[in-house]
């Protein structure tokens, strides 16, 4: 469950001194919510703030309960962008089912594994889903792209794609945070895999897990993973890699996020 006001102000030391550039501890506790700001701006936190910190800093990178209003306008945009779509032409590109409700024309597109609807105007998530609002903007930038184009064959990494230097240090990060758990956590990645219906990947000898994913059916994520070997000095290392034609259907931002999500579904406790 996300955390609220609340549960960060419970844990600030309450002195309202002004240190952190608010008048109290909740202003600032509110300002961290909903702003985004770190934590980490107090000064004087106990070591009880480090319980939260994890939970909290994957919320605010979400976008969980943030002012609504940097999402609310990216989706009015997306909407306002899609309107003229034909649906019933783009889906097939897209690997998505055009149906309609009555007149309203919607796309039924699969998203790490639950069935998505998409309408003009909102998106319909499946009972099981998290409650990501980003996940609205991936899917109608996704729906938005067009894309229509067949896998390449060739695999390639984020820094392959021209400007990307800012979202391939992105992505390393999160190769390392898939390498870090997975070394110690191998049959839990195996497990995770299989609930997401991982597919194996092209041959990799020297790999311990080399699987495709799908979390758009026309975006396919290659996982490559190698356990560390303390004995040679080598660390655990994870690699991502895509369709060379993936900027077809997502820009780098949406492939990042994309990415990031995978990462959560396989380092799931
Ligand atoms: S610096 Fe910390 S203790 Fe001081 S007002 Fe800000 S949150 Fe409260």
């Given at each position: 469950m996300a955390l609220s006001v609340l549960d960060v102000f419970k844990i600030l030391p309450g002195r309202n001194c002004r240190d952190c550039g608010y008048a109290t501890c909740l202003a600032f506790a509110t300002a961290v919510i909903k702003d985004g700001i770190p934590i980490e701006t107090c000064p004087h936190l106990s070591g009880e703030a480090d319980s939260i910190a994890p939970g909290l800093k994957k919320q605010q990178k979400a976008g969980i309960g943030r002012r609504r209003l940097k999402i609310d306008m990216a989706v009015e945009a997306l909407i306002e962008k899609i309107a003229p779509l034909n649906f019933s032409s783009i889906a097939p590109g897209l690997g998505a089912t055009y149906?309609?409700?009555?007149?309203?024309?919607?796309?039924e597109l699969s998203y790490f594994g639950s069935l998505y609807r998409i309408f003009k105007n909102r998106i319909d998530y499946p009972p099981d889903a998290d409650d990501n609002p980003?996940?609205?903007v991936l899917l109608y930038n996704f729906v938005y792209s067009r894309g229509n184009s067949d896998p390449t064959g060739k695999w390639i990494a984020m820094q392959d794609l021209q400007n990307s230097v800012s979202k391939a240090a992105d992505i390393r990060e999160l190769q390392q945070r898939?390498?870090?758990?997975?070394?110690t956590h191998f049959d839990g990645l195996l497990?995770?895999?299989e609930k997401l219906a991982g597919r194996?990947?092209?041959?990799?000898?020297?790999?311990?897990f080399s699987m495709l994913f799908y979390p758009l059916e026309r975006v396919p994520v290659w996982v490559i993973f190698y356990k560390s070997?303390?004995?040679?000095?080598?660390?655990?290392?994870?690699?991502f890699l895509f369709d060379s034609r993936i900027i077809s259907y997502l820009d780098m931002e949406a492939t990042v996020y994309l990415v990031e999500r995978l990462v959560d579904k396989l380092t799931a406790a």
């Open positions: 149906k309609t409700v009555g007149e309203k024309p919607y796309l980003w996940d609205t898939l390498a870090s758990w997975a070394d497990k995770n895999a194996p990947g092209p041959p990799d000898t020297r790999a311990d070997d303390p004995a040679e000095g080598f660390p655990a290392d994870a690699q």
